[in-house]
Each structure stands twice: as C-alpha cells, then as structure tokens.
C-alpha cells in the first residue's frame, strides 16, 4: 500500500478453505491432485457468487472469499461441502479432496481486490479447527446466525489466536438435518479448587494433544517473517525447533506447573530423535510468561520451525492445544487441540508427548514412516526404537551395532512391537550385507525369521516386506524382489524409504530408467532424506550415459559426507568413475588418490565385492575397466 494511500476497512463475512492433507495428494498423483483441485475451486467459485460472495484469493489449496452476510456465507459453506461429498464419492478414498472451511466477521482491510487484517487471520485459525468435510465458525459469526438457519452447532471451546487480545469462541455447524436447532456445549466449565494436588495438576499436563493438521496458507500482515540475515546463529540444516512454555490459560496460577510439565516433557520427547536440534528446556524458560512473536523466538536462538501451545483445565478434564509454524514464512504447518479425561498421570503424559513428538516427525523429518512407531503402548520400548532407527540410517558398524542393542532392548519391553523386530531383523541383514559377520548367510537367515514374526504382528509393515525384498535382491531372485519392492509402496506410498530401497533393486536389475524416477519419488516425499539415497540415483544416471547429472549428484553426496554424513570413500570412487568415463583421468585419479587416503587397501577387488548384485555382469565390469584407468589398484 502507497504512502498516504487512504485504508479502506470493512465488516465482512470471511470463509477460509483448504485441502485435508493436499501435500501428500500432490506427492503421490500430482496430475490428478492439480485436476481435481481446479475442478472442485470452480465449482467453489460459482456457489460462492451464487450467494452474492466474492472469491477474493486461491493460492496453492487454499481459497479465500467474503461475503457482505453471515448468514449467506455460511448457507454457502453448508452447500458446498454437500456438493464437495457427492463429488469424492466418485473417487476412491486416497484421491479424495476434503475441504476443511472456518467463517469469521471481522474488519478487514481491502487494498485492491485483496483483504488483509485479523478478520482474515482469525477465519484461517477458526478453518484449522474444522475436520476435513466440515465447517466451523467463530463466536460472532454463531451471534448473527442464532436461529435463522436449519443447523445445528457444538461448542468447541474458546483459542488463542496470535495478535488477538481476547481468545475467539468456536462452534462446529452440524450439517445434517436431524441436528436443526441443537446447541451441544461440550466444552468444560474451568473452575478453580485451591486444594488440587500439584501431582494432580501436573496429571492434567498429560492430556491431549494432537488430531488434524493444517496448512494455513495466509500470512496476515501483523506477522514479520524471520530471515536468516537476521538470526543470532546460523539456521542449521536439519529441522530445529524451539517450543515454547505452554500457556496456562486458567485464572489459576498453581496450574502454572501442569503447563510447565508438558512443556519439559514434549521438548525431551522430541530430544530423541538426532535428525531434529531441539532448544533445551533451560533455554526456553527465559521465554515463560512473555508474549513474544515467534519471529523473535526463531531470529535469537537460531531455529525455523517454533511450537507453542496452551492448557486449560476443569475438573476431571483438560485441553491441550498445540500449534507448529514456519519462522521462515509465517504459515501454521500443523495444529491440533486434545480433549481427555484425566487418569494416570504419568502414562497420559506419556501419551501426548508420543503423539506430538510422531506428529511433529512426520511433518519435519521420517513422514508417515513416523507413525509407525507410534504402534506401542510402551513409552521406553518407542523412545528406543526411535533411536535405533535414527542410529541405523548413518550406516557405520558401530551406529548398526547400537541400533542392535537399542532393538534388543525394545521387544524385551514389548514383545508385541512388530516395528522393533523388523529394526532388530535390519541390523542383522545390513552386517550381512556389509560383510560385519562371520558368517552372512547366517545373518541373512536372521533377517528372515525376524521379519516374518515382525508380520505376523503387523501384516501392513512395509519396512519388513522392503527388507525380505532386498535379502532376496542380495540372494539373486530378481523377480521376487521386485514382487515384494512393489507390494511395499502399495502398503506406504506415502513412505519416503520405500522408494529409495526399491530404486537398488531395480538398479541392480538393470531397469536403470525406472530407479531414477523412483529414487527421486522418495527425494520428494522427504525434503531431509539421508545422504545414502544420493548412491542409487547417482549410480543409474551413470549407468544411462548421463554422466553430468551423476557428477552433480556426487558432488551433493560429498558435501554431505565431509560433514560427516557418510564416509566419503565410495563417494570419492563414484566420482573418478565418472570423470574417467568422461575421459578426464586427472580428476579421476585426484579422486582416487582420496579415496586410498582413507583406506590405503581399497582395490577393484574391494569393488568387484561391494556391487557384486548386477543381475548383468557387464554393469560391473564398465564400472571396474573405468577404475582401473583412473588408477586404482587391482
């Protein structure tokens, strides 16, 4: 807006739209998703002008529109979410566009054909409570409706909404016309007793926590990114997050306690997990009782993402609610609210950190391969297998070693993990792999059985059923484990390490093409993907003769590894291969030359071992004639 531009503000209906889980719809039919999305928002679009409203943005899944009445915006809600139903019912149900929509009156600022201002903020907070399908609205739009409508409403309790001064009431419309004329209040009444037990208090800290998530795509005004010039430290690589002390939203300050375990609890569940840099606890205090803008937070100790989150207790029940957000952008990437009943105190705190620390993985760092440890009741048994997993992915024999005690560990507390003995079958197959046993054919067999009674907990493993494929790969059944490599995406299409291990089959069977797209299906699917799955897509661009992108993927594959991600020793190899295909044999042998720094014994004999599993032999023998004229020793 120009300077000495006059505001325009006006009162107005807003309703904010977006799609339940539109990321992974585009990462797995982006085609479709696209299709199906341009189709749904003109559909939209008409039935927002049929009730005189005006769509005013639709950016990525999100659409934004506002309307001069209440009463219209939400008859148009009600209409379009009956029309979005009939529409998905055509499409089976992962293909599905659900809509989740929230309705707020506020005064908003038009500049041009846009809107800005708290109105349009508190419409995307109130959108974020809906369940995908569903519509929700804020107290003053519940105010105008009152009994004009033929709907019904459920109370769901009052949220803070940053920059808002007092917390916004929420309802949820209930559509279906036996619910005409219901108010149900299911919200607790909060109440204060002077006589609560701190350890009672603190049990309500273990309550509730996370459900649905949510995209917020709108950036209000009021909210300054943070930048990386700004940061007091430099933005790590990998996830970082802080999270703030959780707010204690009742008159009572003794509740101060239940906010402060959950706060210590969820930051040491999330403490677990290597891929994440965590703020510790001593830090975060200094923020406790302050209003600070998450900016701030992100831009003095250096972290992208902040969590925040608030308690409210009553009785024998409490609410937690939890909210995620980029610092870098603004946008809220996952939010969730959780009501229980209070019982055992320590397992219900361990209940929630779980959820929250899975839900927080699966938008940060694993995807949906997080909620599968999530498939035990036994808060250690998870917490162990989270790191073994973690251990395992950096690929030394002393992390596979670790990892196999911390499995061992796992299914002695709960025999029933089917996840934990699939990570205990893995680190017998990758000492198997690697040559770290005496006996392999030993290790393999392991393998085997481990995996198989991992399935006969949990038949959708997919980690188990990746795995029998790659021993069977190993053991020269290509077909099989190209069987088994497929039925493991149909069981996580949605898993990022699917994709990777079933690009080496189809490397190692020659289907070089098809490894690339697949590789990079799971490059897309985790932003923070491990160093190693750089090898298969390296390797089958060198194999296709399109040795520039090969030379490009390396050299990604070697910054990583001189921070320490991986031994660079291989990685130096698959570089003077290259080079020495290209016919620049003094590149190749000053990456030689590196590679035998690290060990002085590595030979073609040493190769001719580590990628034994071509199903054409001719694969590796270009590979070995290409090193042997960069230099390296027979």
């Known amino acids: 807006m120009t300077t000495g531009q006059r505001v325009t503000r006006k009162l107005k209906a807003i309703l904010s739209a977006d799609v339940k889980g539109y990321s992974i719809l585009m990462a797995d039919d982006e085609v479709h998703t696209v299709k199906k999305l341009k189709e749904y928002r003109d559909s939209m679009s008409y039935i927002i002008q049929s009730h005189s409203g005006r769509v005013v943005d639709a950016v990525g899944d999100n659409l934004l529109a506002e309307f001069s009445s209440a009463v219209d915006a939400v008859q148009c809600s009600v209409e379009i979410q009956r029309d979005l139903k009939q529409k998905n019912k055509e499409l089976t149900e992962d293909r599905r566009l659900e809509f989740r929509i929230g309705i707020n009156i506020g005064d908003v600022i038009h500049e041009e054909d846009r809107i800005y201002g708290s109105g349009v903020n508190v419409a995307a907070r109130v959108e974020g409570l809906a369940e995908p399908g569903g519509v929700c609205i804020s107290q003053n739009v519940y105010d105008h409706l009152k009994n004009k409508l033929k709907l019904g409403y459920e109370y769901f309790g009052e949220y803070a909404v940053k920059n808002i001064k007092d917390p916004v009431r929420v309802y949820k419309v209930l559509m279906e016309p036996v619910d005409a004329g219901k108010l149900i209040d299911k919200n607790p009444k909060p109440f204060v007793k002077p006589w609560i037990f701190p350890a009672i208090v603190v049990l309500a800290v273990v309550l509730t926590l996370i459900g649905y998530q949510l995209y917020q795509k709108i950036t209000p005004p009021e909210f300054e990114p943070a930048s990386k010039e700004n940061m007091a430290f430099p933005l790590p690589e990998k996830p970082s997050i802080a999270v703030l002390p959780f707010d204690n939203m009742s008159s009572d300050p003794k509740q101060d306690n239940l906010a402060d375990g959950v706060t210590e609890n969820i930051i040491s569940g999330l403490a677990l997990i290597p891929e994440m840099l965590v703020i510790s606890r001593y830090s975060m205090l200094t923020y406790k009782g302050k209003h600070v803008k998450v900016q701030q937070v ?64 699966v938008k940060l760092t694993h995807g949906d391969m997080a909620r599968l440890w999530h498939k035990t009741d036994n808060f250690e048994a998870w917490g162990l297998a989270v790191k073994a997993w973690s251990t395992i992915e950096h690929f030394s024999r002393e992390n596979v070693n670790m990892a196999q005690q911390l499995a061992e560990r796992a299914v002695k507390l709960d025999p029933m993990y089917g996840f934990a003995w699939s990570l205990l079958a893995y680190t017998h197959f990758h000492n198997a792999l690697r040559g770290w046993t005496n006996s392999p054919a030993e290790s393999y067999e392991k393998a085997v059985s481990l995996n198989l009674k991992a399935l006969e907990l949990d038949n959708t493993l997919w980690c188990a059923t990746a795995m029998l494929g790659s021993i069977n790969l190993f053991q020269g059944d290509f077909e099989k484990a190209i069987e088994l490599g497929k039925k493991s995406i149909t069981l996580g299409p949605n898993i990022a390490l699917n994709y990777p291990v079933f690009a080496q089959t189809l490397l190692y069977a020659g289907r070089f093409k098809e490894a690339i797209a697949i590789c990079k299906k799971g490059i897309r699917l985790h932003p923070y993907y491990p160093v190693w799955y750089l090898s298969f897509l390296g390797l089958s661009y060198r194999l296709t003769g399109r040795f520039d992108e090969a030379i490009k993927i390396f050299n990604m594959q070697l910054e990583r590894a001189k921070q320490g991600e991986t031994s660079p020793l291989e990685v130096h190899l698959n570089i003077a291969d290259v080079y020495s295909e290209l016919g620049e044999y003094q590149k190749a042998k000053t990456h030689i030359n590196e590679a035998l720094k690290l060990d002085t014994g590595y030979s073609l004999k040493s190769v001719r071992k580590r990628y034994n599993h071509f199903k054409n032999p001719d694969h590796l023998e270009r590979i070995i004639d290409s090193l042997r004229k960069a230099g390296l020793p027979e």
């Open 298 to 361: 992100s831009e003095e100790l250096g972290v992208r993402y902040v969590l925040e989150g608030s308690i409210l207790m009553s009785k024998d029940r409490v609410r937690i609610s939890a909210q995620l957000i980029d610092a870098l952008t603004g946008h809220h990437i996952w939010a969730n609210h959780y009501d229980r009943n209070m019982k055992d105190l320590f397992n219900l705190l361990d209940e929630i950190t779980k959820k929250i620390t899975v839900e927080l993985q």
